[in-house]
């Protein structure tokens, strides 16, 4: 690539990837270190020009569609997509920038590595194959090879170069050909010989460990692989098997499986001959006891495995009907302690379990009693029960609970030393967003006096940068609404420290507002995600509008410069639009008609008040909101109207406006 126009240092692309220099190459791309000068942060760009590919637009498409399917993707093994930007013949991809060296490298510096590291990394390989394989649709990643793994310097590995357009690089040895590396792809690669699968991801790694145990490049003359005990008769004869059945020509013939492959290596002693004559050794002299023993233990495991599956039986029946009770409570909005009992039921079958939990504290969380669903939960977390405190998935939705409240319940509130509590149970390595909730969490959680507010924000403001570089999905959208009701939760300790909650809140619901559109548009188009999948997805977004709507208004309380009551009744009136709940629908009406009242639109008020009515004619509330206003307008003659009517109502007795205005209007000499 002698004759490649490399960017200049300093380059800016797309507004923000600030060139720094050339760290890599290939037989259709260049590769930069870049700078995002937006978030002060270090991102690789990878360069593919139209005057290097034939095909451009083929090769383009076919970026698009295989970026954005990486663009889903999180593992630790795996670098992140972040951006992809187009301009006339170029296309770009930025992702994570790892330091390190790649395994190539390694060799080449080093020669042939100890067999108990390779095993190391052969187990990590096996793991984030396993990993792409399990995704739907299926990931072939068809393209392993040392050059293809960095080793970064504190001794993780991470699986890069995702063969972004491989069908179209170059034919040749020294680099990809149009289906895999000579030498490490499998023959179903080059075409005629069978469709490739996850079998031919396990060959390139058999070639792989091939190449880091002995040092021999199978990509390079004669293109062979001999048995690795040729090469260093030192190697594990175990070792040896496994590397040999892996690069089996027929796939059927190879482990059919990385889980299986991994198995194989955890193992890989166990095979060896010296091994096995121990082992044989062993056995023969405890034959007999063993015989003596082998029908009881049979009668155990017998009948271990029926009650395990009894079980799960009964667990899955005990929850479907858990969920139809919790389903009919939620329609008919009315919380039923039955159903949170059906739920706890069903957890004591087996506490190991998370579906129920899960279940359990969306429940109560919909309905409104939040601290029911937490109470029942975390006195089994507290207490270990079925090892559950160990579940990262669950443990963080407890946390995040206690940290950012729930807008369907509004007698809950934050607890930020029990957050800090449940969020230092979380393993980071599932859950990396935890690091900033746990510092957020343990520096709320301090005696007011001693909180630094400033350092506050500035922590929010690194959160937010951190979830933006994540992968856009429903933790990245949860994260952005998070951080905005820490925002607003603390609204005046934050302003007095200069910092406006309500700008910085309001900036990052309009991200994940953006976000969720996406996923909704992603969703919809997917004709394999359920229906629950985008419901769920859109009583996200109708939250995120709500509180967009409500932190619009709620700004003049702090004269903030972003309050804006038109575009609260904007945010209202689309809310009114994507919700059938009634009592929803009411309580919008309410909130709008306060605007109105704020605003000093008594027309507009009046409007909506005489909109609630109709609506809700028999609700003694709508009658008793619009007689509070009236009074207030000193129209008590009408006010007196509405609370007669309000009086013929069944739930009148039960709101305490009633009996308020009722003392008024009596003192008045109106009723």
């Not at 490649?4 to 260049?30: A, C, D, F, N, Q």
């Not at 093994?77 to 187009?86: A, G, H, M």
């Not at 899955?316 to 858990?322: D, K, P, Q, R, Y």
Request: glycine letters at 6%; a negative charge.
């Amino acid at each position: 690539m002698e004759n490649v126009h490399l960017l200049p240092r300093g380059t800016v692309i797309g507004g923000k990837y600030e060139v720094l220099r050339k760290i890599g190459e290939g037989g259709m791309s260049v590769v930069y270190l870049v700078m995002d000068t937006h978030l002060n942060k270090n991102w690789a760009l990878k360069e593919v020009r139209r005057d290097l590919v034939q095909d451009f637009e083929v090769v383009k498409q076919g970026l698009v569609v295989e970026t954005n399917m990486l663009k889903k993707l999180s593992h630790p093994f795996l670098p992140r997509i972040v951006d992809i930007i187009e301009t006339e013949g170029v296309f770009y991809v930025v992702m994570d920038y790892i330091e390190g060296m790649t395994l190539k490298q390694v060799l080449d510096e080093y020669g042939a590595q100890p067999q108990e590291k390779v095993i190391e990394w052969a187990t990590d390989l096996c793991e984030v194959l396993n990993y792409l394989h399990t995704r739907n649709p299926a990931i072939i990643y068809r393209d392993m090879k040392p050059g293809n793994i960095m080793l970064k310097p504190e001794g993780g590995i991470v699986l890069f170069d995702f063969g972004i357009a491989r069908e179209f690089k170059e034919k040749n040895v020294a680099d990809t050909t149009c289906l895999g590396t000579i030498g490490y792809a499998a023959p179903e690669q080059f075409g005629g010989q069978g469709q490739t699968t996850e079998r031919t991801d396990i060959y390139g790694l058999g070639a792989t460990l091939y190449h880091l145990v002995t040092g021999m490049d199978p990509s390079a003359p004669p293109y062979e692989m001999v048995p690795i005990r040729q090469v260093n008769p030192g190697l594990s004869s175990g070792l040896e098997k496994i590397i040999l059945k892996c690069t089996q020509r027929n796939p059927n013939d190879r482990y059919q499986s990385c889980a299986e492959l991994m198995y194989a290596l955890q193992h890989y002693n166990e095979m060896d001959v010296e091994f096995r004559k121990r082992q044989r050794n062993k056995l023969i002299s405890f034959l007999v006891p063993l015989c003596i023993s082998l029908i009881s233990i049979g009668v155990a495991i017998f009948s271990y495995f029926g009650l395990q599956t009894q079980i799960r039986n009964n667990y899955n029946e005990m929850l479907s009907m858990a969920n139809d009770a919790a389903t009919q409570s939620l329609y008919a909005g009315e919380y039923d302690v039955n159903v949170v009992n059906l739920f706890t039921d069903t957890i004591d079958i087996d506490p190991s379990m998370e579906d129920a939990y899960i279940r359990l504290l969306n429940y109560c969380n919909r309905i409104g009693e939040t601290e029911a669903g937490l109470n029942a939960v975390c006195t089994r977390i507290d207490a270990g029960v079925g090892n559950i405190d160990e579940n990262s998935n669950l443990v963080m939705q407890v946390a995040e609970l206690y940290f950012g409240g729930n807008s369907y319940d509004d007698d809950f509130a934050v607890d930020y030393t029990l957050a800090a509590k449940y969020f230092s149970l979380v393993d980071e390595a599932k859950e990396p967003g935890v690091r900033y909730y746990s510092a957020l969490a343990s520096a709320l959680g301090s005696f007011s006096a001693n909180i630094n507010w400033k350092d506050v924000s500035s922590l929010l403001d690194e959160f937010s940068s951190y979830n933006e570089g994540q992968t856009l999905d429903k933790n990245r959208v949860n994260n952005y609404i998070l951080s905005a009701n820490v925002y607003t939760a603390n609204k005046r300790n934050l302003s007095s420290a200069g910092v406006d909650p309500y700008e910085k809140a309001i900036a990052l619901l309009h991200k994940a507002n953006e976000d969720v559109e996406i996923l909704l548009k992603d969703l919809r188009a997917d004709s394999s995600k359920s229906a629950a999948e985008e419901m769920e997805m859109e009583d996200i977004q109708r939250q995120i509008i709500s509180d967009l709507a409500s932190n619009y208004s709620m700004a003049f309380t702090i004269d903030s410069p972003v309050g804006d009551y038109d575009q609260s009744l904007e945010y209202y009136s689309q809310l009114l639009s994507l919700t059938d709940n009634a009592d929803d629908v009411r309580n919008i009406y309410f909130r709008m008609a306060d605007i109105y009242v704020s605003k000093g639109n008594n027309e507009q008020t009046q409007k909506y008040f005489e909109d609630l009515i109709k609506r809700y004619s028999s609700t003694a509330s709508s009658y008793l909101a619009y007689a509070s206003w009236l009074y207030e307008q000193e129209d008590a003659d009408a006010a007196a109207e509405m609370y007669k009517r309000a009086s013929q109502c069944a739930d009148a007795e039960e709101d305490s406006n009633y009996q308020r205005l009722g003392t008024k209007l009596r003192n008045a000499g109106k009723i």
